[in-house]
Every structure is written in C-alpha cells, then in structure tokens.
C-alpha cells in the first residue's frame, strides 16, 4: 500500500513541474458541483480517524472518487479539487511545483 502511495506521489510530482499551479478556487467549484457530499460530510475530512494521511493519498482518493462517480475530470482540474480540499480541510504540505528546464 505504501508503494501505491509513493508512485502516485511520484506522478503528482511529475506532472506538476509540466502543469500550472492548482486553482483551489476552481477545485471548490468542482468539488460543490460534483456529488462528493452526497458520500462525504466535512467530518469525513477533520475526523482523527480519516483514512487520508498525505497529499499522496488526498491525490489518490480524489482520483478514486472520480472514477467512481464518473466526473471524467482532466488531471489539473483533480489536482484542482485535491488543492482546495488541502487548503479547506487537511492542510498536509503540497508538493512543491518547479518550473521545467528550457
């Protein structure tokens, strides 16, 4: 399981030094526009027992989610939703995002 967590971290990683910032602002809209709170209350974020530890698993869960519920999101409009989730509830440090080499 932990390897799972460290490839996803890896690939949010790599795709983040080729893509712009995440919008938290336009992840708030997706995230209200989808039916995540018809499964999730904000206890399911802020609970000690939460099952999200990381950014990785954070990353990983909102990509669940959206397979499941069939959003069909593009990757930065999940790492939109997963930025704003971040911001609003789980405050883990991001990854950071470095500009690519010319």
Request: glycine share 2%; hydrophobic share 35%.
């Amino acid at each position: 399981m932990k390897s799972i967590a460290l490839c996803t971290a890896g690939l949010v990683l790599s795709m983040s030094t080729h893509a712009a910032a995440p919008d938290p602002i336009n992840g708030k809209r997706l995230f209200e526009q989808s039916r995540c709170m018809s499964c999730h209350t904000a206890e399911s974020f802020t609970s000690p027992t939460r099952k999200v530890k990381n950014y990785a698993a954070l990353d990983s869960q909102v990509r669940r989610c959206d397979a499941n519920l069939s959003t069909n999101w593009f990757d930065d409009q999940i790492l939109d939703v997963v930025s704003y989730l971040n911001q609003m509830y789980y405050k883990f440090p991001a990854p950071t995002l470095t500009p690519p080499k010319p």
